[in-house]
């Protein structure tokens, strides 16, 4: 399927090496949020050569790395290396670097050099497959899509599917029978594009309280029926983000709600509020017939650490209006270095994680 490759001199010179000797130029579609290790994986399918020596032809690598598959890891480029694989494909380097999140600072290696790097620390993101619809369409036919995300998990708005970082599989969760929760999700967004960083905190924590009461009762009717609408296992956690997601979007503004009475009343008291928050979530506990006594848990771990953060006086952005006032919530997680993620709550707890206690 490669071309046929070019001659000895025919390559482009970058600064002391040649690079073009062995291989085409060839095209490659690129997907949004494709991780680098993805991509070149891709690469190296069309050119129909190994990623290592893929690798090698970009730049330098610590000695021994041997290439991993897109799932397991990430794979890191300098600048130069970068301006490689963008005339490798006869694109614009900055074209590549806006397709592919890593190749874009602070991401890039240091240095002059043309070299690349398995790092071993974790990364700030994680790597989730790509819609199977999605890498059909754009990827070639070359396995498997990886996407650089937030979240473990993703949905692709335009096919209706979801996907997980520990599925098995490609192709994802058809939601064609989740209505509700597509039709959350959308509002999620909504919310996150009028609050900014705050509304993503505010989903983050009401994920937090909403999957730890699914950790404690999994089998509720509700949860339950969806799963099997879906053709889901009631009890798998990584799918469980779909099932719960009508309820987190119902206690995200219940929160919402709180923040904003808080943001009111600067100098308190807030009894009020959360009597207000307290019976609400009651209501919906009760809805989901949650066992009573135990729902108020996540909520009183909330309430006591959002106690701690007071309003300021005339603390407010935006128009003044009752609701373009910044919630408390921004205080409590300011600072945080990726509020879009949905890690990030301030519940002491991964529901998410099934070797977790929650």
């Not at 046929?4 to 000797?21: H, K």
């Not at 207000?276 to 006594?293: C, T």
Request: aromatic share 8%; charged share 25%; proline share 8%.
């Amino acid at each position: 399927m490669a071309g046929q490759p070019q001659g000895p001199g025919e390559g482009s010179m970058l600064g002391d090496a040649v690079w073009g000797g062995s291989l085409s130029r060839q095209p490659v579609r690129f997907v949004a949020h494709e991780s680098n290790c993805s991509f070149l994986w891709r690469v190296a399918g069309v050119q129909g050569v190994e990623v290592d020596f893929l690798l090698a032809e970009l730049g330098d690598g610590p000695p021994g790395q041997q290439a991993l598959r897109p799932h397991l890891a990430e794979v890191l480029l300098s600048g130069a290396a970068a301006d490689r694989l963008a005339q490798m494909l006869g694109v614009p380097s900055a074209r590549l670097r806006w397709a592919l999140p890593h190749l874009r600072a602070p991401h890039l290696m240091p240095g002059e050099r043309a070299r690349w790097e398995w790092p071993w620390e974790p990364l700030a993101h994680c790597l989730v497959p790509a819609c199977g619809l999605c890498a059909a369409v754009r990827g070639g036919g070359w396995g498997e899509v990886w996407l650089v995300w937030p979240e473990r998990w993703k949905i692709c708005e335009r096919h209706g599917r979801f996907t997980h970082l520990r599925q098995v599989g490609p192709g994802g969760v058809d939601m064609a029978q989740l209505p509700e929760s597509v039709d959350a999700h959308r509002r999620r967004g909504r919310l996150e594009r009028r609050l900014g960083p705050t509304g993503a905190v505010l989903v983050a924590d009401a994920f937090a309280l909403t999957g730890w009461w699914w950790r404690r009762a999994p089998l509720t009717r509700r949860w339950a029926e969806r799963a099997g609408r879906a053709g889901l296992q009631p009890g798998d956690v990584e799918t469980a983000w779909l099932l719960v997601y009508p309820e987190a979007l119902q206690v995200a503004r219940a929160l919402l709600r709180y923040e904003q009475q808080r943001a009111d009343r600067p100098g308190g008291p807030w009894a009020e509020a959360e009597t207000d928050l307290v019976a609400e979530l009651s209501r919906l506990a009760s809805e989901l017939g949650l066992p009573p006594g135990r729902w108020q848990v996540p909520v009183a771990e909330w309430l006591g650490r959002h106690h701690k953060c007071a309003p300021a006086a005339g603390d407010s952005e935006g128009s003044g209006r009752r609701r373009d006032r910044r919630p408390v919530t921004a205080l409590i997680h300011h600072g945080d270095k990726n509020p879009a993620s949905l890690d990030h709550s301030c519940l002491p707890w991964d529901w998410s994680d099934p070797f977790t206690a929650v």
